[in-house]
Structure formats: C-alpha cells, structure tokens
C-alpha cells in the first residue's frame, strides 16, 4: 500500500497500458503495479485499462483509459530532472519518438499529448548566477533552444 498522499491521475483515449508501458520502460526503479480492465458491463470498453497504477522512480500515478472527452493540455507537465546531457538526449528522442512533438526550453509533447519538461538541475543554478550578465546569457541561450543543451547553457 502506498503511503503517497497525492497521485497523479492521467486520463488517455484508449491508450493508457501503451503509455504506462512507455513511461516504465524510460525511467529507472519504475514498475507496473497493477491493472483494472473494463468487463462487459462498459460497452466498448471491455478490456481496456480501467486503471493502471505504475510507479517512475518510485513516484505512483494512476492512468485511465477514459475515452475522448479530456485531452493534455500544456497547463500541466512533469518536469524531469536530468544530470547528464546522454540522459536528457535519452527521454526528449524516446518522448518525442512515434509522433511527439518538440517545444522550446526543454519542454514537449509525448505521443499521446502529455507535456514534459526535460531540465538539468544546473539550469536553475546558471539562471540565479549572481552575475546577472551571466544569468541573462543563459537565459538568452535557452530561449534558443528546445532540447535543452548543458554544453551551450555553460558556455553562455
């Protein structure tokens, strides 16, 4: 039993244990922890994900699939902390694959429309430099940029 007090609950068209497999396959200490599928009691339904309830990095979530009527929308992300330029490499090519979209400052659209912020923890560090020449640089950089490049934040 989960002691996690609020759990992200993702609602997909039909597309829920794709996802849920997607996601567990990125991230490390990841895991399926159960599904629910709809019975003959849901017309259509049947057999699609009622709930699944998967853990990325030991943070729980719940998914539906729900039908048609809700979509993503980029008011509401999960920012993923990256240290290394391989692993932000990693998830913006694994995200974006199959029909993901990029935007700009680390952020994009995985397949099924949820919004992801792929940062480096040194990008907070660079922008509150207490050379505000130095923090203005950076951040003129990054608005350049869509996948976020440490390299290019550093020389900046």
Do not use: H
Not at 17 to 39: C, H, M, P, Q, W
Not at 85 to 100: C, V, Y
């Amino acid at each position: 039993m989960s002691t996690q007090k609020i759990t992200p609950f993702l609602w997909y068209d039909g597309q829920a244990e794709e996802a849920v497999n997607l996601y567990t396959s990125l991230f490390k200490d990841s895991k399926i922890v159960s599904i629910a599928r709809y019975g003959d009691e849901f017309p259509g339904m049947k057999g699609k994900v009622l709930t699944a309830v998967f853990e990325l990095n030991g943070q729980r979530f719940m998914a539906i699939d729900g039908g048609p009527q809700f979509k993503f929308n980029e008011s509401m992300s999960f920012q993923v902390s990256c240290e290394t330029q391989e692993e932000i490499d990693f998830l913006w090519n694994s995200l974006i694959a199959d029909g993901g979209a990029e935007s700009q400052c680390g952020w994009l659209k995985d397949k099924f429309g949820l919004s992801w912020q792929i940062i480096p923890p040194i990008l907070s560090q660079l922008l509150q430099d207490k050379d505000p020449q130095k923090a203005q640089r950076t951040m003129q950089a990054m608005l350049k940029m869509r996948k976020i490049n440490i390299q290019q934040l550093k020389d900046a």
